[in-house]
């Protein structure tokens, strides 16, 4: 081992380090195994390079400050800026919100008055960016004040403005007139002020009941400052109104926007097509319709994954009797791939733990098509 740390000392330049330590997404070990990497890990333009690469330039200073004070001070954040991380005005609103320390006595007096309990009780886990530095706070605030000067706007709140311009307020069947009405604002939040949802939480986030309906009311501003899924919604629903909205995203560099909304976007998409509550003059799209649509969306960077296919049939649990060949079908066509092998995926993917998708209904509906089905002896796993 002493020889090995000897070679990566003596033998490998400070560039190749670098290249070799920014791709490890737990670098802890490594510092670990080394002394000269611990010591070269405390470098803020290494340590800038690793968020960076690791979360994108759109959510990096999110990370950066959920890590929390031990990774993030002003040093750190000036080389997160000028290496490309986004400096976003809504981010900086959200900080806005988020910053400051809870006084934890009155917090206690109140709970124990009954003072606004199930709100407080809430509030007993470390806030997003409430216990940033305040040097940090202050520098991030004048960075933003630098950037957008007089129309920083840190009381203003850019998704609520995001969701006016795209018609948020009205049904799908509005909804279109008022975004092609306000295109040019929409551009100009997202390229003039780099307007970017704050990143959503993981599957292993979600709560149980994230598919079902009646879900207990989310908070906003959300504590764990992850975007919730309503504000989401808002996001989703606007790609599938106008998908060029993608493209100003990824032209400011935020490229994760497919990834971060790709449930959404899907289900939404299928939702559209087999409204709850259709007219009379509804008919069932064909496989045809189908597919166009979400051939569509893949094209501009939305995956059609397993994952994706147990999502849309947890949403359509109670119309899978209905409408549930048709779309296994048509995933089946997109995917190029038989009914049955599709049906196999989707049914090893319920045993991913991450997962929230072990839905009775849904096992049993996929269970009975694949026993309905031709059998096949080639399953290509």
Known sequence: ?????????????????????????????????????????????????????????????????????????????????????ILSRYFVQRLHMNFGAYDNKLIELKIAHGVGSSQLQKSQSIPWASDLPISVYIFLLKAASDIYKSDLRLKGNDMELFHFYAGGPQTIHYAPLILAKN?????????????????PRSLVDLPKN?????????????????ENRRQLNVIARSIL?????????????YYEICYDVNDLVMQGALLIMFHSQPSSRWSIPDIKTINARLTELIEIGFQLTYCVILGILLVFEKRLEQIGKILLESFAEIKHESLVNLLHHCLMETNNSKLNSKSQPVLNFMHKLLNDSPKSNLIDF
């Open 1 to 85: 081992m002493g020889m090995f740390k000897l070679y990566i000392q003596n033998e490998l330049p400070t560039e190749i380090l670098i290249f070799i330590f920014k791709r490890v997404r737990l670098p802890k070990n490594l510092t670990i195994s080394c002394k000269w990497i611990a010591q070269l890990s405390k470098d803020p333009q290494l340590k800038a390079a690793w968020i960076i690469y690791q979360f994108g330039a759109a959510h990096c200073l999110f990370y950066a400050i959920k890590i929390g004070s031990s990774f993030l001070d002003v040093t750190v954040a000036q080389a997160i800026i000028a290496q490309g991380g």
């Open 183 to 199: 295109i040019d604002q929409i551009k100009d939040l997202i390229l003039r002020f780099k307007f970017i949802p704050l990143p």
């Open 210 to 226: 994230n598919y079902q309906e009646n879900i207990t009311p989310e908070e906003y501003p959300p504590k764990d400052g992850h």
């Open 241 to 253: 109104i106008c998908k060029e909205i993608v493209n100003l995203w990824k032209e400011i560099g």
